[in-house]
Each structure stands twice: as C-alpha cells, then as structure tokens.
C-alpha cells in the first residue's frame, strides 16, 4: 500500500511568487495534516483536516496561507505570496479516524522542501 | 501551552553503546506521548508512543521509553546502538483527547561504526 505522497520534493521560487504542495493521504485516511518545519525544528502544525472541514487551522497565516481538501481525499496547500521566511519543509500527515478517538497513528510523506530566493 | 524540550541537539556514540535521550514536556493534564523518528532521507516514523497502563513502553529496533509522570519525562533508551540508529529523533506530546501534537526540536543522533 502507498505512503501518503507529497509532491513536488524540491522547490525554488523567488519571494513574492506563489507556490503550492499537494499531499495524497493514505487510502481510508479521514484526518490529513499539514506542518511547517524550519531548519533544526520540530514539525508545527498548520493545519488539520476531517475530511473536507478543516478543523483546526488556528496555525495558519491566513494573509498568505490558503488550504483545501475539496473532496475529503488529497489536499492542497498554498503560499501567495510567499516570503524569504517561508523557506522549510512542508509536511503532509494523514491518520485514520475522526473525532477524539486518538490511538490512530500519524503517517508522514516525504515533505516539500521550499526554498525562497 | 504545552511545550515539549530536548535538551540534546546533537549525540555522537560509538556502536554497542547505550543510548539515553532526553525529553520533557510541559502540560499539567494528561498526555499521549510518542518518539518519532527520521532516518537520512526518509520519512518521518512512529517509534513509539504512550498512551496509558505500563510506563515503560517498547517500540520497534530494540527502542524503549519510560513515561516519568512526576518529572514530565519520557526518555527513550537502547541499550546497544547500531550504525543504522544513525537519525533524528523527535519526541512529541499530545493532550489527550486532541490531536493536536506538540514536537520537540530533535536530537540528532550518529553512531559510529
């Protein structure tokens, strides 16, 4: 069975321009997550999704930041326009289950590596 | 608001010795915990996680952790590392209840052959 998939890998872009990260979650997984790692950090969450509703995305910088999950399944997210700060990895997790039943495990995709010039 | 702290960015360790890593976290209810781990260039993986009964917890690759409730720590041990526990290891702490997951900065563990 495939792993959550990200794409792309690697991104360069200069500030000002938008970039997007589309994430494909495990098959069945209603709960996907985006986080944000800087250099020598931990993942921060961004943004978490049940199903189509995002749920939690009191993380997001919403002047710049826009996410979507139209039909419950792969989800794309949006940086517009993006900024010399905004250079990380990105991150996609996906995990089954809804509600506060939380013994669902968290899968992680390979992440996007932004870099802004 | 929970935190979570390593206090060991970096370890270096020869092969066979034993491995302790540190972790503690700030939140006064109760807790899921878990240790993540990354291995050069590849995805970040569960190694394992507390969630309630017996405070020592077993993960995979001889991994093990013990949940301290009355010093906030949740250490993760090996008694004899290998080359291939070459990684970055992540604690993360989680409100029960939420899914919300606070990570810690990461250790960066190399072992030497």
């Known amino acids: 069975e495939a792993g959550v998939v990200q794409s792309p890998r690697y991104k360069i872009i200069e500030k000002k321009q938008p970039v997007a990260f589309w994430c494909n979650p495990i098959s069945g997984h209603n709960t996907l997550y985006w986080y944000l790692q800087n250099l020598g950090q931990g993942p921060e969450l961004l943004i978490r999704y049940e199903n189509e509703e995002a749920v939690d995305d009191s993380q997001l910088p919403k002047d710049r930041f826009s996410a979507e999950r139209l039909k419950g399944v792969d989800s794309t997210l949006k940086i517009q326009p993006a900024e010399l700060g905004d250079s990380a990895v990105y991150l996609c997790?996906?995990?089954?289950?809804?509600?506060?039943?939380?013994?669902?495990?968290?899968?992680f995709g390979p992440g996007t590596r932004l870099t802004v010039l | 608001a929970q935190s979570v702290s390593q206090h060991n960015h970096h370890v270096i360790l020869s092969e066979a010795a034993s491995l302790e890593l540190g972790c503690n976290y700030s939140?006064?209810?109760?807790?899921?915990l878990f240790w993540y781990v990354q291995y050069p260039g590849q995805h970040l993986q569960l190694l394992l996680k507390y969630f309630s009964g017996d405070p020592l917890v077993k993960g995979i690759k001889g991994f093990e952790a013990e949940f301290i409730k009355s010093k906030f720590s949740f250490n993760l041990r090996k008694p004899s590392v290998q080359w291939s526990d070459t990684a970055e290891y992540f604690c993360a702490v989680k409100a029960q209840g939420t899914y919300k997951y606070i990570f810690g900065t990461g250790t960066r563990l190399k072992v030497l052959a």
């Open positions: 997790a996906s995990s089954l289950g809804q509600g506060k039943s939380s013994y669902n495990e968290q899968f």
């Open positions: 939140y006064g209810g109760t807790v899921n």
